[in-house]
């Protein structure tokens, strides 16, 4: 896998320098400009901002209900790539562009359609108020808004894997008497790991950082509904732009730290069933 | 595409005119989410009065969003002549976070620099089904209010400082019996939208809530334009003096050369004809003849003022919005 000889296109100087310049205008200086600034801050004072019980609380939905969306989307991500590539039906084509949706929808239209949805009087909410069930303006809201935004990453991560996928190795497994659970546990997973987790982490980092789509079904109260990114709002228009880049900050290194996880647990995905 | 329209027009018009000299300004005015309309009308009045005297055309053009939002805009930059803001609060930040202004930017116009005034009422169910009529009512339990978070909403921050002067004026009332009133009120809040349209929205679209706490202009326009036959406006009996400002933006319109028109912008607010607008859009005019004539619009209500109540923004924000403060302390905080 590890390629050390000389590669065919030379110019690795040049590229890597690209590289390095184009990283550091797009990501690295806008981030550690937030760094800097959250230090005017002091140490003891960030503490106090970042501790606070409802700066707390709404790290722990953003992460939270991002990380369960992020697991729903695996799961149905996985099944929806999975019946798109191996099955031929009609309206495929279509069902396949609306997977693009959420992609394309400003997030604020989705987030005023979902709420629309399942506020106590809409279509939705309306049935499963009798169960008890309340989604808008809880935190289950948060979640629904999230799977919504999220969905496509897995599945547009998964397609091209599955689709390389050689059928042959199935019918190997199969004609080697492996049952059908089997050949999917041993065969076609170990496979689309590293993909699935891509997806996973790139619908998970979506999740984190959403705006636009969640405040409108999130209900906003605090300790309860209130997700970390309208706190950012919060210290903004109190002109306490310190305190914001504060909890910016400490979304960043959450997310980094997860993704950094992520990443490791793909090249042992990756190192262990070496997918190609 | 009508400004569009309205652009080539006036060139059209400038090219065939005989007159040499006439030179086109054009002005940014930044204002927050409900003065769309009002000055949509109001670009269009000075325009012609300018042009009248003294030949040139001046072409006005907005930005509309939260009132915070664009203080923030403006002091990171946006070249904005002039600020017409929800809150005396924000356009300090451009004094005092910005130095774009000086600190005594509200004694420059009269009335406080608010050529027009608003307050709070309440906006309910056609007949008024929950019966409410003062702010007593609100806490009632079963009562659901909707009303905008004040740490994100400069109209919010109004609502809650009446509810809160409400209960201060009662017998005995005192700043503990107040902030537990408005504890109380908070309680019956389901939903704290990010913005005043988004809490609109959720009342009047979604359906919920008994009541909204909103600003007049805002509830007469809900009215007009969604029929009176879903909605009914209730003043109680106290609420707050709104005084949404003005100022021009020192910095810019003297780097842009555009100070005396900015300033004959605003000074032209104050005119009856800038009255018979303001007016027109459901703001209360300032102009006594003016508000006179549209006295009947206007239900009549006692109404307190931020300076006399509150000791001015600078002190209101400190005690109640900032972090620590009492909206933190009845979440439990």
């Known amino acids: 896998m590890a390629n050390s000889r000389t590669p065919l296109i030379p110019g690795f100087g040049l590229t890597l320098g690209y590289t390095m310049v184009y990283l550091s205008l797009v990501v690295l200086i806008p981030l550690s400009a937030t760094f800097i600034r959250s230090f005017d801050l002091g140490v003891g004072h960030f503490w106090t901002v970042v501790t606070a019980p409802r700066v707390v609380a709404s790290l722990r939905l953003s992460f939270g209900a991002a990380w369960l969306a992020a697991c729903v989307n695996a799961l149905f991500g996985l099944i929806i790539a999975w019946v798109l590539v191996r099955y031929s039906f009609p309206g495929r084509r279509l069902i396949d562009a609306m997977v693009d949706l959420p992609f394309a929808l400003p997030t604020a239209v989705a987030g005023i359609a979902l709420t629309a949805l399942y506020t106590p009087n809409g279509w939705l909410g309306r049935l499963l108020l009798p169960l008890g069930i309340r989604v808008a303006f809880k935190p289950l809201g948060v979640v629904v808004a999230l799977i919504f935004i999220g969905l496509p990453f897995v599945v547009r991560t998964l397609q091209p894997v599955l689709e390389e996928l050689d059928q042959d190795v199935e019918q190997a497994a199969a004609t080697l008497g492996a049952s059908e659970w089997q050949t999917f546990s041993r065969v076609i997973l170990p496979a689309l790991w590293p993909a699935l987790l891509t997806g996973f982490a790139l619908a998970f980092a979506r999740a984190v950082g959403e705006y636009g789509s969640v405040i409108f079904i999130a209900g906003n109260m605090p300790m309860r509904s209130e997700i970390a990114p309208l706190l950012i709002i919060t210290k903004l228009e109190q002109y306490d732009y310190a305190g914001a880049t504060a909890i910016a900050v400490v979304m960043l290194v959450l997310s980094f730290a997860l993704m950094l996880g992520i990443n490791a647990l793909q090249g042992w995905a990756f190192g262990r069933h070496g997918a190609r | ?333």
């Open chain 2, 1 to 333: 595409m009508r400004a569009a329209a309205v652009c080539l027009a006036l060139w059209v018009g400038l090219a065939l005119s005989p007159a040499l000299h006439a030179a086109t300004i054009t002005l940014l005015n930044v204002s927050y989410d409900p003065t769309r309309e009002l000055y949509d009308d109001y670009n269009k009045a000075f325009a012609a009065y300018w042009k009248a005297k003294t030949g040139d055309t001046v072409i006005v053009n907005q930005s509309h969003g939260g009132s915070g939002k664009q203080a923030r805009s403006v002091i990171d930059g946006l070249q904005a002549d002039v600020v017409t803001l929800a809150l005396a609060y924000d356009i300090d930040a451009l004094s005092t976070q910005g130095k774009l202004i000086p600190a005594n930017w509200q004694t420059r116009l009269p009335d406080n620099s608010t050529p027009y005034t608003s307050t709070i009422v309440f906006l309910v169910r056609k007949g008024n089904p929950k019966k409410i009529h003062d702010w007593g009512d609100l806490v009632r339990p079963g009562i659901e209010v909707i009303t905008p978070s004040p740490k994100t909403s400069g109209g919010a921050r109004w609502n809650y400082l009446a509810a809160w002067a409400w209960a201060l004026k009662q017998p005995g009332g005192s700043a503990a019996t107040a902030e537990a009133f408005v504890k109380k009120l908070y309680m019956n809040v389901p939903i704290l939208d990010a913005g005043a349209r988004g809490a609109t929205v959720t009342f009047v679209e979604r359906g919920i809530g008994d009541v909204l706490l909103a600003w007049e202009n805002e509830a007469f326009l809900a009215v007009k334009e969604l029929g009176p036959d879903k909605f009914d406006i209730v003043a109680p009996s106290l609420s707050i003096l709104a005084e949404p400002p003005v100022s021009i933006v020192d910095t810019v319109v003297d780097k842009r050369g555009t100070r005396r028109v900015a300033e004959e912008y605003l000074k032209y607010l104050y005119s009856p004809a800038g009255q018979e607008i303001v007016a027109k859009h459901f703001y209360r005019p300032r102009d006594p003849e003016v508000a006179a004539r549209y006295a009947k619009q206007f239900p009549t209500l006692t109404l307190v003022t931020i300076d006399n109540t509150f000791g001015g923004w600078a002190k209101a924000q400190a005690a109640h919005f900032a972090d620590g403060g009492s909206f933190d302390r009845i979440y439990g905080q």
